[in-house]
């Protein structure tokens, strides 16, 4: 049971290394100078003739930078470094290497073997840097640290290569969101101004910088007084919304804003507080939506109400009058056996040219109330 636990426990941990591994395996990594100087002087304190820093994964080992070996890529089973992975310390051997390997067949007898493993923070060994010379020999303990220096270093260099990758790579995520970002509100007909608690304009979108260009003949400028860019008649009900906004209450209104050049216009407004990652509130943003055509139309509604109710007023006052006593006059001739007096032609020839008049006026309201 216990050499069953002790088995699952180590492919476990071999897992957890062969991530890592991805790490460091994978990706545009540029380190390969770096690297090939820390070869060069292990093998100049060492005066080995092949030295090479690797990186193990389940099936190959790689040499990502070596001096005095034109090999890339070693078969695990065939690479002494496994050892090292095992055993979790330095390897260090005379016995050199069966003839079928790899670097027997390339180069002459290398009898001498040594590993300084490279370890990753977490405690993985991802490789090795490995020493191999043509005649037996040892390591002084000078030369063991400063190899262990070198094997640090080399991680340390391979983690600054990789910490400068995820950072250039989090960089361009933030453009690339950041550009999302502008190109939305640069496409939003909405317009949109954030200010700081001073009322300096922090960031603003393309309509709201093209309408103010248009009203006042100047775009918006960062580091600019919110006030600078309203008319004079809007700028205390802006301070005070401003305020508001700034005490954490979110402002709605409709404001008329007239400037210079006669230009007129309605905006449906919103003043909303913005804070910080730690809920403090740092600025205010404004958003404003032109509903001028919204307000003209509802004036016009307006008026063609009241055009409709002076109508109706007409048709139930001033043409039902002259239509009654139209009616009562032919009456009075229908008694008279359809004898129509003088008296009642007259009648009659007033009471149609009042109902006339009242008829074409509301003709002409009709007119003025579609108009």
Not at 160 to 168: D, E, G
Not at 247 to 253: I, K, M, T
Not at 254 to 281: H, M
Request: glycine share 6%.
């Amino acid at each position: 049971m216990a050499e069953k636990l002790s088995a699952n426990t180590a492919e476990r941990e071999e897992q957890l290394r062969l991530q890592a591994v991805k790490i460091y395996r994978h990706g545009k990594h540029n380190w390969q100078n770096e690297l090939q100087e820390m070869v060069v002087l292990a093998a100049s304190i060492t005066g080995a003739p092949v030295v090479f820093l690797s990186i193990i994964d389940d099936a190959q080992q790689y040499l990502i930078a070596s001096q005095g070996c034109i090999l890339t890529t070693i078969a695990k089973e065939l690479s002494p470094c496994v050892q090292i992975i095992q055993q979790q310390t330095i390897l260090i051997s005379n016995k050199g290497l069966p003839p079928h390997h790899p670097f027997t067949q390339t180069y002459a007898p290398l009898p001498f073997y040594a590993g300084i493993p490279l370890t990753t923070a977490e405690g993985y060994i991802i490789g090795s840097l490995c020493i191999m010379d043509t005649t037996t020999r040892q390591l002084t303990p000078q030369e063991v640290v400063s190899l262990q220096a070198i094997a640090r270093q080399a991680m340390e260099i391979m983690n600054n290569a990789i910490h400068l990758q995820y950072i250039i790579g989090c960089k361009e995520e933030m453009a690339e969101a950041a550009f999302s970002l502008r190109s939305v509100l640069d496409n939003s007909p909405t317009f949109q101004i954030l200010v700081n608690t001073q009322m300096e304009i922090l960031a603003f979108n393309a309509a709201a910088n093209e309408f103010v260009k248009f009203a006042i003949g100047k775009g918006l400028q960062q580091g600019e007084n919110i006030i600078h860019y309203s008319p004079p008649s809007s700028i205390s009900s802006l301070i005070n919304s401003f305020n508001r906004a700034l005490s954490g209450e979110r402002v709605y209104g409709e404001r008329q804003l007239n400037y210079d050049g006669g230009v007129e216009t309605w905006w449906d407004v919103v003043y909303s507080p913005v804070r910080s990652s730690k809920g403090d509130i740092v600025g205010v943003a404004f958003n404003a939506t032109d509903i001028t055509s919204r307000k003209q139309n509802e004036q016009k509604l307006l008026v063609q109400n009241e055009k409709l109710k002076e109508i109706a007023q007409i048709q139930s006052h001033q043409v039902r009058g002259p239509l009654t006593s139209i009616l009562g006059i032919l009456s009075l001739i229908k008694e008279d056996n359809y004898q129509a007096s003088t008296e009642y032609l007259l009648l009659l020839e007033k009471a149609a040219i009042q109902m006339d008049e009242n008829i074409r006026r509301i003709v002409t309201l009709n007119r003025k109330s579609n108009a």
